[in-house]
Structure formats: structure tokens, C-alpha cells
């Protein structure tokens, strides 16, 4: 296995530190059950996706906030480093792996308690193991007039984890760090805080208006180690009137640059009030089939003409951009008529997928699929109901399928919602830049992403995403074959090299994996930096919170 | 002067201090037409309406961030404390006073350069002296495409300093704190940090996205005292195809509480988009006259048969509600219509007030205001210019016309937008809590109020804002004489218990008051409260800036 000698990480362990003891303490507060250091465990969350591979020293397994508090004071005493996770499904970017070999890990999995949902003001209080599919199941069961936010990492994966990731999602509510309200958080001293208004007893505005009175403290608490989120108040999409998901295709880069000034004038305009992700056309390729090897054998990189003809047969062009409209039937049909009408003057098929088109389309695959004529139609309605659901709050697997790109038995039949990524071997790395949401600078770093990519033999996925009025969220995807070492060495160095660029041409990632953690916090130190060192002191003055994380940025 | 003998607050001197020692540095460094000791400019700056007036020790004029940085090293070695203000034109909420007696104040009016201003996706570099009016006047001088959002504080008042307070205003980017990005903050211990991207050299989406890469720090500048703001990047509104500006009349109290819930929902519904006020009765009639003394001596409140009277002389309702749509024309048109639909089944008279109408009415006042049957109308034109204004990035002093009613000679014939209420003697002090979007909690905090206000004999004055999909900030305002001892007396009074009550409901302050500040800290003593007091040790070891502000909250 591939795991990175390139690049050694110092442990993250004190001299003092007594794991033995803090085991003992451990098992008696939480039961032998919830504390595991046996190998299974071990490799387990030593798995990766992003050859960052690390072993933790141990894996606890809370069940309950004062839980946290007390195995947060023993970690203290006994000088023995955490790292907290929320379900683990952090794919490409670290999944269930710490910063560091030995770190004890604290699985919130188990914390999976939905405390609460208002229904009438949309909102709902819920720990860091509950997953997208269970409170998305939650709402319908109780038939509350919401859905979630989701993100395309499948159902099993945490809302709080990937709040404090500061991922987005697609929905009007997918610029995440602005649709919560109200964290509970058990800082690294073993104090309980609550933010904003959390802290007043019998405060009836906490998970209503984030920044109470003060300072206003929660953006300290995503991607950083000062303390253990065990609560928060997530702010829910009101279901609309009306709602109709969109998929536009542009034939060539071009057509999409010259679109882009358009798309972001209806975003200022609040036209397009949802998150739309654009990808590339190996993004959809890879979602269908693996790399073809037998045509390109020894090369993770298509040759233009293998790309081209990929591109034909699945009758797709160079990017596909997606989102949805939500509001009244009369919103919605303006916004489509403003999004068409945006976009007439380029080479661009807009698409809409309303409800009704999208049960009939699967009705008409049902029952006419297997006619030749009408092959191919059935992934692409499976895409767009896919599409469907992620937007109206319904998360799903299907777009993992594009991680087998690389896989050396591509998606394997019994491809579910429920496949871990890492335990089936996949291979990828993201870089994610912010980029200004202007056209030349898309086209400026879709070009010097591709060259990069070229030279290490990586074809160059691509997605696009529209986080804010301003600025795009580029994801530049490495998908590389974990089982050949030779290719994942490749993999690593293209993503070094190409994460140095991206910082070089002024475009710096808004996320980092684990490995990426170390490959940074060298490359800074600077005011910043020495900031977020003091308020590490101030606020874990053990260093015991997930030691690595985010410092140095 | 009525000062608070009641509640003396400690001096933030500590006795190491070296004021004559820091005069003259300061002196040497900033010239000593910038460092002001003489008794008219302590008398400026001890100037309130609020009744909490401070006297400062000195007041610094820094020019520049690197003045900034060498005043606080200063401060630092002679252990004197500071406290910066932008403009100081914190209106009944201490103005250009600071929290303690003694403090230096760091005035960074001089510091009021537009450093650059991007057209194309529409922000504004600017200092902490950059006020609403000079920002306003320089885009619609270069033909920039965007406006401010404004608040009704008045032209002169400082865009920093309001977002560092967490205000709002009026537009789409009303909830300021969502809008702006990249900060250049000068710490307690003198370093200089850049938040977001900032910190990263020749990064080119500084001012596009804030949260950047590990911990998003920004929120812990405001309503703090960390360090002294000196540069953020202000998102500007972009400004629209067509524009409408309306306003709302409710008769009675049960017409606005019926249709409370119709409004939440268009505003969870993305459909009233801005930050829509809602002002009660007294509001208005406080922007047209003084309290009726003549026919009420002795009292601060109207009795119930005088205030249905004058209401009905101003031919006004309970309640008016002031906001405005943004959009294509068609977008607007269909707004339109969804509001005056969801109002159509409550006693609500809705009032579009587009250019061309308000246009129309300012020729025919012109032509025939002075005619009798006209009389009054030229008020109501007048008002509904200026809300058109503010809602279109023109600042205003019109909405500070109202802070006159217990002012014993009400508004001056040369009232305009450069008065400065403090200098007027105007006594004002708002209590501005967050409460849920709900009926049920709007009615009962009202009905609260104002039994409250009445124990102590003054009107209640009432703003609720729409301040996100969720919750509405309300202000409660005591008007009180600030000539008049026995009555600023009760002034505070009643502030104090109002302030007290609404803890108890429930229902905390968005933002103190100097005032405030003192009566609160004391009441506080929790682990959110810890965690500030540490956060200050680690930003700013020798509690150099604005001791007292914000903490313990």
C-alpha cells in the first residue's frame, strides 16, 4: 500500500503521554464496547482515499455530551491527543483518518440524536452523527414542510461534519456557514460553551439569529482544533410552491466562458439563488464507466481523440452545469424564461426537469428501456432524478459513482448508497480553490490545471460551483488507482505540485485534506497563523483537540 | 447634566498608567494636531444621547493603519487604555463616547480613504472613516453599477463601524454581516492581521469569499474589543433593472399581527428579499412633531385619546411597514402582486411607491403644496422620498427627525443631515432584542413593552425588522428630555428594567448600548463569558483596547 514516506509527519504524541492510563479511564466511563484498539478498528480508520493514510493510537465512541466532557478531561490529564470525527465520510479529503499516526479518535457516530424540529420557523437541533439520509427521513416521516441541504457525498454522511468542513451543498441554503444557528461546543479546556445566544438561559432566539451579543464566535469553530462540536441548530429549505431542477449543456469551453458573465449576473440578481455546480465532461464520463484501460493501456490520461469520442457516445459536451429553481409557480416560471433568455445569445441547451417530466421519463424507461432505440435514455433520467432528489433535499450515492474512475474493476454492480468509499479502494484528491467568479480567470486556471494534470498523465475533472455572488468554488479532482503505487506516488506529486500553483497564481484552497494539512501549515507562518496559535492556547491549552488540524493556516 | 451618579462605573486606569508619556509620543508621531487633550474636544467626545457620558482622557486622529499600529505599541508600553470609533455616530447607543472615563479614544475619522472599488463583481475596499454618504456619492460619481446598503443613521455615519456593531439596514444586503469580506485588523499586541485570504500574498479572492482557509476569525471582531478594524472589503448592491419601493399600513395592532405570519413567509420565501421595518404610530408621528407638551404637561406619554387623535391628524394607522423590491421588472411586478395577494385577507393597505410615481408627486407638491386640500401631502411625498432614497443607496437624515419628540424645542428649522444629535442634546436609548417571526411572541413582548414604558410614563416607540427568515430584531426606543434631570432619571430607569425584563423573557439584546454594557457585564458571569475573557488575554495581552466594551457577554 501506498502510504506517503515522501512526505514523514511527526507524531503527534507528548513523551507524557500515558495512552495506557487513559485507556483504563476510558473503558470505565464509556464501556468496553465504545473504546477500540483492536486491529480491525485500527485499519479501519486508518483507510483512506486521499493516500493519507494514518493509524490512530485508539477509537472512542460517545454517546452522549458529558461523555465528551469527561474522556476530554481524561485525553487532558493523560496528554493524549483526540481528533474528532462526526461519521468519517470525509471522502478525498481524509475520510475517516486523523492528521496524525496516534491520535486516539473520537467517533461522534453514536451522538445521533435529532433534539429537536421546528416546524414552523424551519430549523433543527441535531448532533454531529446524524447523517444526511436520517434527518432527510425524519422530516418526510413527520411530514414537517422542509427539506435539507444535501451535498453529494451520499447518505451516510454527516451534516455537522461537513458544516464545520465549511462544505456547501446545491440548495438556496447551500452556502452552508450562513444557514446555521446556535453551536454547543466542548472546548479543549472540557468547558461546555454555547454560542450566540445559547449561552442566556431560557434564550428563545438561539438557533434563530446566529450572532447573539458580543463577539460572534462560531466561524472559529469550523476547520480549526479548539474544541468538540456536539450541537448546533441547522436551518432548513422551506419546500416551495414550485420546483424545477435544470441542467444546461455547453458544447465546448468556450461557450461556457462566454456564458459565464451571464450566469454571474443572474446570480448577483439573486435569479439564481440556489448553488449550481457546472463539471466537466469527465466528471458525467466517469460516472458511467470506468477509464478504458484496454484502449489506453499504462495511462490514467485520455488522448483528445479518446475524449472526443467518449464525449460523442454519451452524447454530452464539454461541461454540464446543474441547479434547481424553488419558489411560487410563477417564480419559477420567470426564472426559467430570465435563465433561457440569459443564455440565448450562447451555444448553450438548457434543459428543465420538473417533476411531472421526470415520472413520466422513468415510467417511459420502465417500460421501453430495453429497446434498443432508447438505450442510454435510462442513465440519463436515473441522472436527473438523481439530480431531482439531491435538490429537494433527498441525498444520494449516485454521484460517488464518477470516484471509480481510476478503480481497476470500475463500479461494481452492487454500487448502493451504503459503499464506503474508502474500504473499496478508490483513489482521489481535491484541490479546491476559490476563484473570482469572472471568465478569465476560469479559463486562466482551467488551463494551467490541465497542463499540470497532463504532465503527471491525469486526466483533469473539473466542477464549478457557484458558493456566493462572487466567487466560484473550483474542484480540480485527482482520480488515481490506489492498488498501483506507482500511479498514487504520480497522484501525490501532481496534487503537491498543483496545490503550490494554485496558492502561486493567488487562487488558495477553501479546504484542506489531511494530507494537505501538512503539505501547508510549513508553507505559512505569518500573522495569521501566530493568531490561530494563541487562540489554540487560549482555548486548549493541552493542545488535546485534534493537534494538526487547520494550525498554521 | 444628568450623568449616572446611580451607577458609577470603574475608571479602566491602570496605576502604572503613563498618560503624560504616551501624550508625547503620540504627539511625535501623529503631530499634536491630531492628539487632542484641550476641554472643547473632551466635551465632544463626552457628548451623549444616551446618558452615559464618558470623558476621555485624550483623543488620537491616526492617519494611516501603520499610525495605528505605533499608537497601540505606545498605548501598550505605557499602559494606557484605548478605545477606537470610526465616526462616532453610535446614536443611543453612546454615541462618540467611550465605555469608561479616562479612555484615550482613537478617533479613525481621518482614516477615511476608498482604497479601491471593484465594478465588475461589485465591492468596496474601504477604511473605518468611509461614511455612508462618501461611499454613496463616489460609485454614483464613477458610474458605478451598484449601491450602498444604508442604514437611517444619516450620511456621516461609518460603514465599519456600524458592521463591527452588527447593524443592519434596509437593502438585500441588509444583514450586513453576510456582506462584506477580507478584513485588515490591527491587534491589541500590535500585530497586523488580514483575515480570510487575505494573509496569503497576491491572493486574489481576499475581498470575494470570506471564511478562507482554517478558522473564519471576522465574527470575533465585532461587538468585541480585540483589535482596531483598519480595511474590509463591503459587497455593494447591485443595482437593479427595476426598482419599488412600498410601504404597508396596518389601522389596528391585530391587522400587523395577523398578517405576520403571510410576512415571514414571503420572507422565508425569498420573496421580500431586503430587511423590511416595521414601524408603530408614535415613529411617524415623532418624524412630523414634538410631543404635544401644550396639551400634556407634565408627562412623557400620550394618553390613549391624544394619541388616537394626533394619529388620526396624520392620517396614519398602527403600524407601517417600509421595504422595497429589487429585480428584473418582471421579477418586481411579481412580487408585487405575491405581496398584495398573502395581504389580501387581513386589514392591510399596501402602497407602491416607483420612481416615476414619487417623481410625479414631487412636481405636483411643488405645483400645489401650498393649497390647502394639498397640505400634508408634501410631508408624506417627503417621506416616501427618502425611504426611497435609503433603499437605494442615498443616505438620509430624514429618519433622525423623530429622535426630536421630547426634545423641548423639537426640530430645528435647520435641521439637515450633517446635525449632530449629541451636540442637539437629544435624549434617546433603544433596546434592540431578537425575537422568533412569530405572532404569538411579537404580541406578548409588545403588550410587555409598553406596559413597562407606561409604569415609567414614556411612549414606546417601535421598529421590528426583518432582520433574517426567522427572527425580527426589534428596537424599543425612550424618547426622553435630556434637559430635564428628574426625567432622564427615569429615563434609565426604565431602561434598566426593560433591558432586565427582556433577559427574563427570553429575548437578549442584538447590541448594547455604553450603557448597556455596564449594566450587563455585571449580570453575566457564564463559560461563554470565560471564553472571551480568554480570547481577549490571547489577542490583546495588556487589555489595551476598549476595556469594558463587549466583555463578559
Redesign the interface.
Known amino acids: 500500500m501506498a502510504n506517503d514516506n515522501a512526505t514523514p509527519l511527526v507524531s503527534a504524541f507528548d513523551p507524557r503521554s500515558d495512552l495506557p492510563g487513559a485507556l483504563g479511564e476510558w473503558r470505565a466511563l464509556l464501556g468496553d464496547s465504545n473504546v477500540l484498539v483492536d486491529d480491525q478498528a485500527l485499519t479501519h480508520y486508518s483507510r483512506t482515499t486521499s493516500s493519507s493514510s494514518r493509524r490512530p493510537a485508539a477509537i472512542l465512541k460517545p454517546g452522549t455530551r458529558d461523555e465528551v466532557v469527561q474522556l476530554v478531561s481524561i485525553a487532558r490529564r493523560c496528554r493524549t491527543p483526540l481528533y474528532p470525527l462526526s461519521t468519517g465520510q470525509n471522502w478525498g479529503y481524509g475520510d475517516a483518518c486523523a492528521v496524525y499516526d496516534g491520535q486516539v479518535i473520537v467517533d461522534l457516530g453514536r451522538m445521533n440524536r435529532i433534539e429537536h424540529v421546528d416546524s414552523?420557523?424551519?430549523?433543527a437541533v441535531i448532533e454531529p452523527g446524524v447523517t444526511q439520509g436520517q434527518l432527510s427521513r425524519h422530516l418526510a416521516e413527520q411530514g414537517v414542510p422542509y427539506w435539507i441541504d444535501c451535498t453529494g457525498s451520499g447518505p451516510n454522511s454527516s451534516l455537522i461534519g461537513n458544516i464545520l468542513e465549511?462544505g456547501f451543498g446545491h440548495s438556496?441554503y447551500g452556502n452552508r456557514?450562513?444557514s446555521f444557528?446556535g453551536m454547543e461546543v466542548v472546548?479543549g479546556s472540557g468547558?461546555?460553551?454555547?454560542?450566540g445566544?445559547g449561552?442566556?438561559p431560557?434564550?428563545?432566539?438561539t438557533h434563530?439569529?446566529p450572532?447573539?451579543?458580543?463577539?460572534?464566535?462560531?466561524?472559529?469553530?469550523?476547520?480549526?482544533n479548539?474544541g468538540i462540536v456536539t450541537k448546533l441548530g441547522l436551518?432548513l429549505v422551506?419546500i416551495?410552491e414550485s420546483f424545477c431542477p435544470y441542467i444546461v449543456l455547453f458544447d465546448e469551453d468556450k461557450d461556457l466562458l462566454e456564458a459565464l458573465p451571464q450566469l454571474?449576473k443572474l446570480r448577483?440578481?439573486?435569479?439564481l439563488?440556489s448553488v449550481p455546480h457546472i463539471g466537466n465532461d469527465l466528471r458525467a464520463l466517469a460516472s458511467d464507466a470506468p477509464f478504458p484501460r484496454d484502449r489506453l493501456p499504462g495511462h490514467a490520461r485520455l488522448t483528445p481523440e479518446v475524449r472526443a469520442a467518449l464525449r460523442k457516445g454519451a452524447g454530452i459536451g464539454a461541461w454540464s452545469m446543474s441547479g434547481a429553481f424553488y419558489?411560487?409557480s410563477?417564480?419559477v416560471a420567470?426564472h426559467k424564461?430570465?435563465l433561457k433568455r440569459a443564455l440565448a445569445k450562447v451555444d448553450a441547451k438548457v434543459i428543465f426537469l420538473p417533476p411531472h417530466i421526470l415520472a413520466a421519463g422513468q415510467l417511459f424507461v420502465r417500460l421501453f428501456g430495453h429497446l434498443a432505440p432508447f438505450r442510454g435514455l435510462e442513465k440519463k433520467i436515473r441522472l436527473g432524478s438523481a439530480l431531482a432528489d439531491m435538490h429537494s433535499g433527498k441525498p444520494t450515492g449516485a454521484f460517488l459513482r464518477g470516484c471509480y474512475w481510476r478503480h481497476q474493476q470500475g463500479v461494481p454492480a452492487d454500487f448502493s448508497d451504503q459503499t464506503d468509499l474508502a474500504r473499496e479502494r478508490i483513489g482521489i484528491m481535491w484541490m479546491a480553490p476559490?476563484?473570482?467568479?469572472?471568465r478569465e480567470?476560469l479559463a486562466l486556471l482551467n488551463r494551467e490545471m490541465d497542463e499540470l494534470f497532463a504532465r503527471f498523465d491525469f486526466d483533469c475533472h473539473v466542477t464549478v460551483n457557484m458558493?456566493?455572488?462572487?466567487?466560484l468554488?473550483a474542484v480540480y479532482t485527482i482520480d488515481y488507482d490506489a492498488e498501483d503505487e506507482a500511479e498514487t506516488r504520480r497522484g501525490v506529486a501532481c496534487y503537491e505540485a498543483g496545490v503550490r500553483r494554485l496558492?502561486?497564481?493567488?487562487?488558495?484552497?477553501?479546504?484542506?485534506s489531511v494530507r494537505g494539512m501538512g503539505l501547508l501549515a510549513s508553507a505559512?507562518d505569518?500573522?495569521?497563523a501566530?493568531?490561530?496559535a494563541?487562540?489554540k492556547?487560549?482555548?486548549d491549552p493541552e493542545g488535546i483537540i485534534a493537534p494538526g488540524r487547520?494550525d498554521?493556516?
Chains 1, 2 share one sequence.
Open positions: 414552523a420557523l424551519g430549523y465549511r438556496p456557514f450562513q444557528s472546548l468547558e461546555v460553551l454555547r454560542t445566544f449561552h442566556f431560557g434564550a428563545r432566539t434563530l439569529y450572532y447573539g451579543i458580543g463577539p460572534y464566535l462560531d466561524g472559529i469553530f469550523t476547520q480549526s479548539f436551518w422551506p416551495p454571474q448577483l440578481d439573486r435569479i439563488q419558489g411560487t410563477r417564480q420567470l424564461r430570465l476559490i476563484i473570482p467568479f469572472l480567470d458558493i456566493n455572488e462572487r466567487a468554488a496558492f502561486e497564481l493567488g487562487y488558495p484552497l477553501y479546504r484542506a505559512r505569518d500573522e495569521f501566530g493568531t490561530v494563541r487562540l492556547r487560549a482555548l487547520y498554521g493556516f
